[in-house]
């Protein structure tokens, strides 16, 4: 009797084999999926291994930049004693723009001042208002040469006290 086979074990081995089947194909399937969607979300949140490190500004190739020296201004907010400190960076393109910086560093200080007092800390704290702050500062400097020769305004640092 021990060499008689169980008729019902006979047909569990197959269905056993089969989810195994199954099992060994879900498993690596689901393990693929979730490592996508990490990936995923890493990327469009630029954060874990695509996370930027370093300065937040990407200088262009063709760009030279004029590195002005480090601005202390007091901010115009009424009844406090706020100020920033902060390193600016202007972008250009030609050569020739270098002389120009050069000869009126005192009017685009002057001007950059002026652009920075008139602001309060909400104005430069204010992370939405970073990107129009920098087009004001560039379209100002611009107005000493009556043509774009600033492209970009960077920050290096940037500091509300």
Request: net charge negative; hydrophobic share 45%.
């Amino acid at each position: 009797m021990a060499d008689r086979m169980d008729p019902n074990a006979i047909k569990q081995a197959p269905e056993k084999k089969k989810k195994k089947k199954k099992l060994l194909i879900i498993i690596p399937l689901i393990i693929v999926l979730l490592a996508g969607g990490f990936v995923g979300y890493a990327f469009f949140t630029k954060s874990f291994f695509f996370k930027v490190d370093g300065e937040a500004a990407v200088v262009k190739i063709d760009e030279k930049i004029y590195d002005m020296e480090e601005f202390i201004i007091n901010l115009n907010d009424e009844g406090s004693r706020r100020y920033l400190k902060t390193k600016i960076v202007l972008a250009y393109e030609n050569d020739k723009d270098l002389d120009l910086f050069n000869k009126n560093i005192p009017q685009m200080r002057d001007l950059i001042i002026e652009t920075l007092r008139a602001k309060t800390s909400e104005d430069v704290m204010n992370v939405e208002n970073t990107e129009s702050l920098k087009n004001e500062i560039r379209d100002n400097v611009n107005k000493i040469y009556d043509e774009d020769i600033v492209l970009e305004v960077y920050f290096v640092d940037f500091l509300i006290q």
